[in-house]
């Protein structure tokens, strides 16, 4: 395990998060690697979530490590760990909504630049280049979603799958080497659902790992390299898809949340 | 605005003081160069943070306060009291963003106006530095080598350079990543963050290069009316700006400038026929109406009316 | 010691009419989500008021605190249903705008009917203070101490044992479930309005006499108000009234001992610093609105 650690993407001990009395997170512990897509599933107040709040500095756990490449994020805050390379979207679709989608994305590309007031006010020549560069980028990634006919429209216009895009070329704008996705799929058409395993694919493909909740199992089963299951806060199992299958308490959460629905 | 009509636009500024015979005109222009300048500092802040700042009149009156005091007790030339008045308000605005860091809508708006309060009545109340409510007469006009810029021509002409600079610097700002991330706080503040967008920072960015504009517009105002007393700090100043900048289109480059010229010219125009608390009377009416019937602004509404007319 | 004393019952003279403002606000903040920056004029509409009613209508001074309480909450309730009902679905920011605009709409056309000069409004009180032991305070100031406790007693009644009270709170707790149940929102918003800028008006009239009325007086009063309500925290009326008192005795002692010049400088302070230190208010262990 510890020789491991060195190479793991992110590697989280001991997670805690409790909101007043309640703990949303009590004592996770799993590991993400590298280039692999990750996922992490469980009932609705499993924590889910929670873990990805804690793990990209939105809220501060009660106890816990959580390393990115061997260095500790704790205490960081979002922008600053969006710096290093982690980038998270959101379960409720979250984008610029009075921005056209190509300033959305270059809001994304961010961290891509690097003019600061003096740049912007005084070296004409230097900002010029660095938006065209900034703006070739933004096309780029546009494109890399199938959203390059779209780039002059106000995002809030757009239906609401191409919404979900536009938040994920928001995200590919920082060059995240871990991705974190809250639900891609959610409340979209098989059509789309098909366009998106399609980009997580490709996203892996160019050297970014990435760690998913999602609801959807077959889209669950079909994409990861591995999955972690939350109940109640803590992970029940973890390990391949096939095994995750098998696994009895897996198949006891969830035919027992179904229960409790029914 | 196509480049013709920029072009002509241009032509007339430049060459205002030639056709405009009349001093009250020009006297009006330099004013609503003046606010122009005010206006557009305004917005940097509301117009693309998002962020309501009441205080506004604190960091105008700083530097108005500042340019008079440099020139008056220390006897500076006017061309260093300018850029150290600007850098004082600037020093104000750092401040009062790292005061409003986390703060957000009604809180920030609060610790604005909280500031020029206090600032309004530090300057009553130390008489020793401010002269308290009688304020500061003979602020000299600046100079150009052998030639004074008293004259309202020649005034028209700094102001005029202010109004560009001011605009040529939001227009670079809105057009690179730092105006970029302004916006990005305004619209999603959480998404901003997880591409790495150190909202906060831009925040007190944002506060600083806009105060520095608020005490360019006070410097110039001193030296032009060449009397600075506390009614600088007055809420009435603040209340212009927040109107100039809703009624033009928040957010937009050119709104502001807009507002600034019809909210200087308009109450000059009416001036004769009615009083001064109608007119504030009515500004309050004014900023219901646009709210409610154009949330947007003039420039954001005509763009719009354009569009729909090309065929 | 003695002065420390006057000074504190100064204090609450001055801290009880915070209150009630800061009590106005509070409700209108956490219930409607609605910032508004027009609330100190209600506070100088009151003074006005109480001034009209005795000059014009030679009404008892007594009469005429009671009319302007009146007057504030009705041009309250038309207020809230005229400009704040049709943008009920807007931002918070929308809203703040509009109230700005009222704001500087009402004490303009204060300044118009009644000008700029400062009105003294008559009272029947004697002007000998009494005293009492080693404090001394003139009876008009005590009037404004009892009327100030009993209208907050009456708040609180209104709020906890009535049942617009109870429909009230429930509002401010959870507005849709409060739909459900029957609760209508909209009256709950008018009525909240009405109340608060009563409230306002109270205060307006209880200090009047005490100073003098101006059209400008609002504006300090607005931020008093303003800085109650952060010192109590949003929408909590303990926490409201404790801050009141708090602020106006904190404002006795820093004129009494520091400078009279920046009495004004200590709500601003109190904001920015409790802004700073401790966003949720000084109070916020204590129960929300009951």
Same mark, same amino acid.
């Given at each position: 395990?510890?020789?491991?650690?060195?190479?793991?993407?992110?590697?989280?001990?001991?997670?805690?998060?409790?909101?007043?009395?309640?703990?949303?997170?009590?004592?996770?512990?799993?590991?993400?690697?590298?280039?692999?897509?990750?996922?992490?599933?469980?009932?609705?107040?499993?924590?889910?979530?929670?873990?990805?709040?804690?793990?990209?500095?939105?809220?501060?756990?009660?106890?816990?490590?959580? &390393?990115?490449?061997?260095?500790?994020?704790?205490?960081?805050?979002?922008?600053?760990?969006?710096?290093?390379?982690?980038?998270?979207?959101?379960?409720?679709?979250?984008?610029?909504?009075?921005?056209?989608?190509?300033?959305?994305?270059?809001?994304?590309?961010?961290?891509?630049?690097?003019?600061?007031?003096?740049?912007?006010?005084?070296?004409?020549?230097?900002?010029?280049?660095?938006?065209?560069?900034?703006?070739?980028?933004?096309?780029?990634?546009?494109?890399?979603?199938?959203?390059?006919?779209?780039?002059? &429209?106000?995002?809030?216009?757009?239906?609401?799958?191409?919404?979900?895009?536009?938040?994920?070329?928001?995200?590919?704008?920082?060059?995240?080497?871990?991705?974190?996705?809250?639900?891609?799929?959610?409340?979209?058409?098989?059509?789309?659902?098909?366009?998106?395993?399609?980009?997580?694919?490709?996203?892996?493909?160019?050297?970014?790992?990435?760690?998913?909740?999602?609801?959807?199992?077959?889209?669950?089963?079909?994409?990861?390299?591995?999955?972690?299951?939350?109940?109640?806060?803590?992970?029940?199992?973890?390990?391949?898809?096939?095994?995750?299958?098998?696994?009895?308490?897996?198949?006891?959460?969830?035919?027992?949340?179904?229960?409790?629905?029914? | 605005?196509?480049?013709?009509?920029?072009?002509?636009?241009?032509?007339?500024?430049?060459?205002?003081?030639?056709?405009?015979?009349?001093?009250?005109?020009?006297?009006?222009?330099?004013?609503?160069?003046?606010?122009?300048?005010?206006?557009?500092?305004?917005?940097?802040?509301? *117009?693309?943070?998002?962020?309501?700042?009441?205080?506004?009149?604190?960091?105008?009156?700083?530097?108005?306060?500042?340019?008079?005091?440099?020139?008056?007790?220390?006897?500076?030339?006017?061309?260093?009291?300018?850029?150290?008045?600007?850098?004082?308000?600037?020093?104000?605005?750092?401040?009062?963003?790292?005061?409003?860091?986390?703060?957000? *809508?009604?809180?920030?708006?609060?610790?604005?106006?909280?500031?020029?309060?206090?600032?309004?009545?530090?300057?009553?109340?130390?008489?020793?530095?401010?002269?308290?409510?009688?304020?500061?007469?003979?602020?000299?006009?600046?100079?150009?080598?052998?030639?004074?810029?008293?004259?309202?021509?020649?005034?028209?002409?700094?102001?005029?350079?202010?109004?560009?600079?001011?605009?040529?610097?939001?227009?670079?700002?809105?057009?690179?990543?730092?105006?970029?991330?302004?916006?990005?706080?305004?619209?999603?503040?959480?998404?901003?963050?997880?591409?790495?967008?150190?909202?906060?920072?831009?925040?007190?960015?944002?506060?600083?290069?806009?105060?520095?504009?608020?005490?360019?517009? *006070?410097?110039?105002?001193?030296?032009?009316?060449?009397?600075?007393?506390?009614?600088?700090?007055?809420?009435?100043?603040?209340?212009?700006?927040?109107?100039?900048?809703?009624?033009?289109?928040?957010?937009?480059?050119?709104?502001?400038?807009?507002?600034?010229?019809?909210?200087?010219?308009?109450?000059?125009?009416?001036?004769?026929?009615?009083?001064?608390?109608?007119?504030?009377?009515?500004? *309050?009416?004014?900023?219901?109406?646009?709210?409610?019937?154009?949330?947007?602004?003039?420039?954001?509404?005509?763009?719009?009316?354009?569009?729909?007319?090309?065929? | 010691?003695?002065?420390? /004393?006057?000074?504190?019952?100064?204090?609450?003279? $001055?801290?009880?009419?915070?209150?009630?403002?800061?009590?106005?606000?509070?409700?209108?903040?956490?219930?409607?989500?609605?910032?508004?920056?027009?609330?100190?004029?209600?506070?100088?509409?009151?003074?006005?008021?109480?001034?009209?009613?005795?000059?014009?209508?030679?009404?008892?001074?007594?009469?005429?605190?009671?009319?302007?309480?009146?007057?504030?909450?009705? /041009?309250?309730?038309?207020?809230?249903?005229?400009?704040?009902?049709? $943008? #009920?679905?807007?931002?918070?920011?929308? !809203?703040?705008?509009?109230?700005?605009?009222?704001?500087?709409?009402?004490?303009?056309?204060?300044?118009?009917?009644?000008?700029?000069?400062?009105?003294?409004?008559?009272?029947?009180?004697?002007?000998?203070?009494?005293?009492?032991?080693?404090?001394?305070?003139?009876?008009?100031?005590?009037?404004?101490?009892?009327?100030?406790?009993?209208?907050?007693?009456?708040?609180?009644?209104?709020?906890?044992?009535?049942?617009?009270?109870?429909?009230?709170?429930? !509002?401010?707790?959870?507005?849709?479930?409060?739909?459900?149940?029957?609760?209508?929102?909209?009256?709950?918003?008018?009525?909240?309005?009405?109340?608060?800028?009563?409230?306002?008006?109270?205060?307006?009239?209880?200090?009047?006499?005490?100073?003098?009325?101006?059209?400008?007086?609002?504006?300090?009063?607005?931020?008093?108000?303003?800085?109650?309500?952060? /010192?109590?925290?949003?929408?909590?009326?303990?926490?409201? !009234? /404790?801050?009141? $008192?708090?602020?106006?005795?904190?404002?006795?002692?820093?004129?009494?001992?520091?400078?009279?010049?920046? #009495?004004?400088?200590?709500?601003?302070?109190?904001?920015?610093?409790?802004?700073?230190?401790?966003?949720?208010?000084?109070?916020?262990?204590?129960?929300?609105?009951?």
């Amino acid at each position: 395990m510890a020789r491991a650690a060195g190479t793991l993407t992110l590697a989280v001990r001991d997670l805690a998060v409790r909101f007043g009395g309640v703990a949303a997170l009590a004592g996770v512990s799993f590991d993400v690697h590298p280039g692999t897509i990750t996922s992490v599933i469980g009932p609705n107040g499993a924590g889910k979530t929670t873990a990805f709040n804690a793990i990209t500095g939105y809220l501060a756990p009660t106890r816990g490590r959580i &390393e990115y490449d061997g260095s500790p994020l704790t205490g960081l805050r979002p922008s600053a760990i969006a710096a290093r390379g982690i980038v998270r979207t959101f379960q409720r679709t979250s984008v610029f909504p009075a921005l056209t989608v190509a300033d959305n994305v270059m809001i994304g590309l961010h961290l891509r630049g690097v003019a600061g007031l003096v740049d912007v006010t005084l070296r004409r020549r230097r900002l010029a280049a660095e938006e065209s560069r900034l703006a070739r980028e933004a096309d780029g990634i546009l494109d890399f979603v199938g959203l390059g006919r779209r780039r002059g &429209e106000r995002a809030s216009e757009l239906p609401y799958g191409e919404q979900r895009l536009v938040e994920l070329a928001v995200a590919l704008g920082a060059r995240p080497r871990l991705l974190l996705l809250d639900e891609p799929g959610a409340g979209m058409t098989t059509a789309e659902k098909t366009t998106v395993t399609d980009l997580i694919y490709r996203i892996r493909d160019q050297a970014t790992t990435v760690l998913l909740v999602e609801h959807d199992m077959r889209m669950v089963m079909s994409i990861s390299d591995a999955v972690i299951v939350l109940n109640h806060g803590r992970v029940i199992a973890a390990g391949t898809p096939a095994a995750i299958q098998a696994h009895p308490d897996v198949i006891r959460a969830y035919l027992g949340s179904a229960g409790d629905r029914a | 605005m196509s480049g013709a009509g920029r072009a002509v636009l241009a032509g007339l500024a430049l060459t205002l003081p030639f056709w405009l015979p009349n001093p009250y005109f020009l006297h009006v222009a330099i004013m609503a160069g003046i606010f122009g300048v005010l206006a557009l500092s305004l917005n940097l802040l509301l *117009g693309y943070t998002g962020q309501l700042s009441l205080g506004h009149a604190a960091f105008f009156g700083i530097g108005a306060y500042a340019s008079a005091l440099l020139t008056l007790r220390l006897e500076w030339s006017f061309w260093l009291a300018l850029p150290a008045a600007v850098a004082l308000a600037a020093l104000a605005g750092w401040l009062i963003g790292r005061l409003a860091l986390k703060l957000r *809508g009604a809180y920030f708006v609060l610790v604005t106006i909280s500031f020029a309060g206090v600032v309004a009545l530090v300057s009553v109340n130390w008489m020793e530095l401010t002269n308290g409510p009688l304020g500061l007469p003979g602020v000299p006009a600046p100079t150009l080598g052998p030639w004074s810029l008293r004259g309202k021509p020649a005034y028209y002409y700094l102001v005029l350079a202010a109004v560009l600079l001011a605009s040529l610097v939001c227009r670079r700002l809105v057009h690179s990543r730092i105006g970029r991330a302004f916006v990005a706080l305004r619209e999603n503040e959480p998404l901003a963050e997880s591409v790495g967008v150190d909202v906060t920072h831009y925040l007190v960015l944002a506060a600083v290069v806009s105060a520095a504009m608020a005490g360019l517009a *006070g410097s110039l105002y001193a030296h032009y009316t060449r009397f600075v007393s506390p009614e600088v700090f007055l809420f009435s100043y603040t209340v212009t700006m927040v109107i100039m900048v809703v009624a033009g289109g928040k957010g937009t480059l050119a709104g502001p400038l807009v507002g600034a010229l019809i909210f200087t010219v308009l109450p000059e125009a009416l001036r004769a026929v009615v009083s001064w608390q109608w007119q504030m009377l009515a500004y *309050g009416v004014l900023l219901i109406l646009l709210v409610v019937f154009l949330p947007r602004g003039i420039v954001p509404a005509i763009a719009a009316w354009r569009v729909r007319q090309a065929p | 010691m003695a002065e420390l /004393l006057q000074h504190l019952v100064n204090g609450l003279v $001055l801290g009880g009419t915070y209150a009630l403002l800061g009590i106005g606000l509070t409700l209108i903040f956490g219930l409607m989500n609605v910032v508004n920056f027009a609330h100190g004029e209600f506070y100088t509409l009151g003074a006005y008021a109480t001034f009209a009613a005795l000059g014009l209508a030679g009404a008892n001074f007594f009469a005429a605190v009671l009319a302007a309480i009146a007057c504030g909450a009705v /041009l309250g309730a038309l207020c809230e249903q005229a400009l704040l009902r049709p $943008l #009920r679905a807007e931002s918070i920011d929308t !809203t703040m705008l509009v109230m700005i605009g009222v704001w500087i709409a009402m004490q303009n056309a204060e300044l118009l009917i009644w000008g700029g000069v400062a009105k003294s409004i008559p009272h029947p009180f004697p002007t000998a203070p009494l005293v009492l032991g080693p404090v001394s305070i003139a009876p008009l100031r005590a009037f404004v101490l009892v009327l100030a406790a009993g209208l907050i007693v009456m708040a609180y009644l209104a709020i906890h044992r009535t049942r617009l009270g109870t429909a009230m709170r429930a !509002t401010f707790q959870d507005r849709d479930t409060a739909a459900l149940m029957g609760v209508r929102i909209h009256r709950m918003h008018t009525v909240t309005f009405a109340f608060g800028s009563g409230l306002a008006a109270a205060a307006g009239a209880l200090l009047g006499p005490v100073f003098l009325a101006y059209p400008s007086m609002g504006d300090l009063a607005s931020l008093k108000a303003f800085s109650v309500v952060i /010192l109590g925290g949003l929408g909590n009326l303990p926490g409201a !009234t /404790l801050g009141g $008192l708090l602020l106006g005795i904190a404002e006795e002692l820093g004129a009494g001992y520091i400078s009279s010049g920046y #009495r004004d400088a200590v709500g601003f302070v109190i904001i920015i610093l409790v802004l700073l230190l401790r966003p949720a208010g000084l109070f916020t262990k204590q129960e929300r609105i009951g």
